[in-house]
């Protein structure tokens, strides 16, 4: 393997590095020779192998992955977004399936003048929502108090929908709404969907290696990415690809390359062989901010069957969807006893504190959170390598103080006796995380203000691409797990029309 080298080589292995692999292996061709590709799928974490068997679950897998909260290892530090396993953070995700809405390509055509539109994706939207198993949360599912939630908010004149999952067998258990792994493989990874068809296709996954940077070699004002620096488990080593496909995600994306010599020229971590000032930059998401929950009478569920999805509403202000609100309500599900024991309306302790627990007081609360799913706040990496959140956050407080406002008259209505207070304020400083965070290697057709091009290809450095969420111009409505998987399918689409064709 030290010696060995790849036409194409993609490095991380979560939600978009198997889609590229799957994609490229299956349909791409070396452009001179004809023949197929040879392609390297490199993942820090561990590889679990097994057939999928959605409902049930390969044996190994079900040994690994358990509804508790003893697989966190597998996450880079607590970040429940950045998951170091094949499989990546598709394995931790919710499953909440919120593919790109209308307003998500307008921003994202509005913000970097690239070509993905509605139109140009929809056959890359149509094979997510195929493979993922996208569809609306079946009835039998639905609790007492999501279908309250349901009638009050339409009263009240609002347009509440169903929310979609991306599952398939499922049992419904419902911690999967926690981001832990699913050991029957029922919710959609790409460890069920794309990895196998990458394996078929000749794709060698090399796990438990980290990338620890990319070999660019100026040329003028260029760069040309030539190899890997590989530090597998016994030691360390180069490896040789004609095209190199960078898929960390947010952070991991722009660490890589700035560890590599590719990106602003403040960076203090070692020299910068190309420069490029959006590295680490122009980073979107959804901020953490405050919700409402109240404490009800009656139960709003039975607790025997979990549900993992309620409804969804969202609140414009204006007609191009700027200062969004989205409002999830998901109302009787069980939670984690750790999960439970938090909760705003349990005793603090003692005997009434453990009664909470043991009689399923959880299923009498319920909240109803407003997320600015577009803010006018960005991320940056600083030249230290610290995560900064700065902006002008005005209008994103005044809104969600207005979602907290629509929130509070919603659960008064649906008869809740008692309502967390909203004076408190909102808080948004440089250290305010988030959700759904991407653009930090933001794609456009300007390099002034981007990474790479609308076709995934680095702006300076020849032969490298880039293709996860840190591509991503602009946040979408919901999560960001199947807009970035669509995306991928996409890129994959075009990469090969261009390169491997």
Known sequence: MQQARYDVAIVGAGFSGPILAARIAEKGIHPRTGDRLK?????????????????????LRRQVFTNLEDNYGYLWGNDRSRAKIVGGTSLHWDAQAFLPFPADYLHWQKETGVDWTQENLQEAVAEIRREFNVHPYPDEINTRGNQLFYDVARQMGYAPQRQEGARRNCIYCGFCTSPVMCKYDSRASTVVTYIPVAEKNGVEIISDTEV???????????GVARSLVCRGPESTYQLAADKIMVCCGYLGTPLLLMRSGYGPSQ??????????????????GHPFTP???????????????GSVGGYFMIHDEQADGEGRLLFRANFGSLRRPSQAALNAFAPLYGREHKKFIREKGILRTGSLSPSNSKPSGRWSIDPDGKLL???????TIRRV??????ARDVLRKMGASQITPIDTPVVITPRTGGAHKVGSCRAGVDPETSVVNPSFESHD????FVCDASVIPRVTTGNSGTPQASLSVF??????DRHFS
Not at 298 to 304: A, C, N, R
Not at 491 to 496: E, G, V
Request: negative net charge; hydrophobic residues 30%.
């Open 461 to 464: 450095v020849d032969n490298l």
């Open 389 to 395: 959140y700065g902006g002008d956050h005005t209008r």
């Open 39 to 59: 392609v390297a799928l490199i993942e820090a974490g561990p590889y679990f192998p097994g057939d999928p068997r959605p409902g049930y679950g390969p044996p």
């Open 491 to 496: 890129a994959a689409n075009r990469i090969i």
């Open 212 to 222: 620890e940077k990319i070999v660019i070699d100026r040329q003028g004002e260029r």
């Open 267 to 284: 960076w203090k971590g070692n020299p910068i062989i190309v420069e490029n000032s959006n590295i680490g930059k122009h980073m979107d």
């Open 291 to 305: 919700g409402v929950s109240a404490l009800f009478d009656e139960p709003l569920g039975d607790g025997e069957l």
């Open 401 to 406: 103080n207005e979602g907290r406002e629509i």
